[in-house]
């Protein structure tokens, strides 16, 4: 394959390309993984102008209508559209029941999207380089706009609020009157709290809903990096359309404002520090995986089984072994 | 200190020179460090026959309650008893409001126990390295039962499933019918699943909650180590201390049979070499973290931040100065 032209095809936007590109990255065969590391180092400065939109939710928040809602309206104002998945769930048990592509039908047949499902048989840290890398390639094919959703399992909303600009919470309006035990974490980490759902016979519960959620974010701390209003909470009908103008409108003011005081740049290069240090822990713990290092690790454990060694003696052992290179 | 002496009143069973061991290894002080090294090899040997129980449940469960029973009823029989708590909620916020102490009153009083309140000011790798020793310690000082206590937020289940022989989950009743939102995993780590609170107004909701429990158990799989009738749920109230003697019997069958099985010894060996793998994981992540590590971790993060090197490639470059052995 020629990477050199395989960027230069992706900078022209060419959507096939993107998807071979995506597919290389989420290969895990040595020499692709090297072909990716040619193709990142090739594409990461051409990040371009787009907006990178974190979003999570519980399951049945209704996520993907969201998504599709949200997408279709800005294609309409003439914007291209990336949706990418993170789903821990599917890392863990090895593929997701329903396909993401399936879930967002209207929106992956207009030719101004892009949807691509979550990767399968990955654990959390690789599905979060692959996604992360992913979201550099649709940078660089000039995507306006990114949308990164999680449903919120383990650490994954972590690893998507490091891969976006803004981030959004969707919410079901809850039948009762105490927030739905959204973990404080995510709260902290939501520039806006969407509460969905807010037609029919739910729209008073979303706008209780609503209240709750306007008073539990201002007794967050004020956070640096949030402009007057923000976060705020708004409720909105995916099923309705309503609320997505001013949802997006709430965003691209949150943008201009963040640009404005040097924000952007300043989360952006952040984020790049955050990547290079948890992809060093990484190859740090990566060094136990070689099949060199197993062996060795095999012998070693067994003399802790048998009560030889201590274990802390055996890491003394195994960490000689590992910074010998003997296990490269 | 002198360290084979201090060694030596433990293995005596000398309370003073346990407690001085213990703080020894929650020191982190670098020559502290050096002589729990020493401490430990001296030690590690002397497993001794004490059974070491795990012990989890939600904050409400009634876990200190019940310590204090099960400990006292222990201690009729003519027992020693060792109480140690891990406690990832204050290794978080950086201290626990109420001290362990504090909420086993009668217990800390006791000669033949000894109640040690969690660590402060560690992470939970940190407590959980700790807590692993001293339950060494108190191996080697004799105590025939250990029980290690946790609130089971993140990992922490996970780390005192290895550090003990038998599992208990302690469970309050529910007020409606279905599973408190008990995670799964923790279910497959419990050998006794404990419905507390099993008194009062609360007694029909603890027998309906134990059935619960009863059932889904049975749907999870067959372990290899589970005796016949094991794991199994039943109700106890640690307030009227009814139920405790059926726990302790409990225990000691399924005790008994694992260590016909010869079980015993093998989830023990396979605990060492689980440790001695964690340690090395610690170890690894650990060479991120010297001063000189942290200055070359800054450069190398400014020109990543600017853009001037992919996350990957800087990562290339940290493990070739890690490796060179520079930041030691």
Request: proline letters at 2%; charged letters at 25%.
């Given at each position: 394959m020629n990477i050199a032209e395989l960027a230069n095809e992706i900078r022209c936007g060419d959507r096939r390309a993107l998807a071979r590109g995506i597919t290389l990255i989420e290969s895990s065969r040595a020499d692709h993984r090297c072909q990716s590391l040619k193709l990142m180092e090739l594409l990461h400065k051409a990040s371009g102008s787009s907006i990178r939109i974190g979003l999570t939710g519980a399951p049945g928040s209704g996520k993907s209508t969201f998504i599709e809602s949200l997408g279709m309206m800005l294609i309409g104002k003439g914007l291209r559209v990336m949706v990418l998945a993170i789903d821990?769930?599917?890392?863990?048990?090895?593929?997701?029941?329903?396909?993401?592509?399936?879930?967002?039908?209207?929106?992956?047949?207009?030719?101004?999207?892009?949807?691509?499902?979550?990767?399968?048989?990955?654990?959390?840290?690789?599905?979060?380089?692959?996604?992360?890398?992913?979201?550099?390639?649709?940078?660089?094919?000039?995507?306006?706009?990114?949308?990164?959703?999680?449903?919120g399992v383990g650490q994954s909303e972590t690893v998507v609020s490091e891969l976006s600009d803004i981030f959004l919470l969707l919410i079901a309006p809850a039948?009762?009157?105490?927030?739905?035990?959204?973990?404080?974490?995510?709260?902290?980490?939501?520039?806006?709290?969407?509460?969905?759902?807010?037609?029919?016979?739910?729209?008073?519960?979303?706008?209780?809903?609503?209240?709750?959620?306007?008073?539990?974010?201002?007794?967050?701390?004020?956070?640096?990096?949030?402009?007057?209003?923000?976060?705020?909470?708004?409720?909105?009908?995916?099923?309705?359309?309503?609320?997505?103008?001013?949802?997006?409108?709430?965003?691209?003011?949150?943008?201009?404002?963040?640009?404005?005081?040097?924000?952007?740049?300043?989360?952006?290069?952040?984020?790049?520090?955050?990547?290079?240090?948890?992809?060093?822990?990484?190859q740090l713990l990566a060094q136990m995986g070689t099949t060199k290092a197993k062996v060795e690790l095999a012998r070693v454990g067994d003399?802790?089984?048998?009560?030889?060694?201590?274990?802390?003696?055996a890491v003394e052992e195994m960490m000689t072994y590992l910074r010998s290179g003997s296990a490269l």
């Amino acid at each position: 394959m020629n990477i050199a032209e395989l960027a230069n095809e992706i900078r022209c936007g060419d959507r096939r390309a993107l998807a071979r590109g995506i597919t290389l990255i989420e290969s895990s065969r040595a020499d692709h993984r090297c072909q990716s590391l040619k193709l990142m180092e090739l594409l990461h400065k051409a990040s371009g102008s787009s907006i990178r939109i974190g979003l999570t939710g519980a399951p049945g928040s209704g996520k993907s209508t969201f998504i599709e809602s949200l997408g279709m309206m800005l294609i309409g104002k003439g914007l291209r559209v990336m949706v990418l998945a993170i789903d821990p769930s599917s890392a863990y048990s090895g593929g997701s029941i329903l396909g993401d592509k399936t879930r967002m039908d209207r929106l992956s047949r207009e030719h101004a999207a892009f949807v691509r499902p979550s990767p399968n048989n990955a654990v959390l840290g690789g599905v979060a380089r692959r996604t992360r890398e992913a979201v550099v390639l649709g940078q660089a094919a000039g995507f306006d706009v990114i949308i990164i959703e999680t449903v919120g399992v383990g650490q994954s909303e972590t690893v998507v609020s490091e891969l976006s600009d803004i981030f959004l919470l969707l919410i079901a309006p809850a039948s009762g009157d105490e927030l739905q035990g959204v973990k404080r974490g995510i709260m902290e980490l939501a520039d806006l709290v969407l509460i969905n759902k807010a037609d029919g016979d739910l729209e008073l519960a979303a706008t209780r809903t609503c209240t709750d959620y306007a008073s539990a974010l201002r007794l967050l701390r004020k956070r640096l990096g949030d402009a007057d209003g923000f976060p705020k909470a708004v409720t909105i009908s995916a099923l309705e359309e309503r609320g997505f103008e001013d949802v997006w409108s709430g965003i691209e003011s949150l943008t201009r404002w963040r640009q404005a005081q040097g924000l952007w740049d300043q989360r952006r290069a952040g984020q790049l520090r955050y990547w290079f240090e948890e992809e060093l822990r990484q190859q740090l713990l990566a060094q136990m995986g070689t099949t060199k290092a197993k062996v060795e690790l095999a012998r070693v454990g067994d003399r802790v089984a048998l009560g030889e060694l201590t274990p802390m003696n055996a890491v003394e052992e195994m960490m000689t072994y590992l910074r010998s290179g003997s296990a490269l």
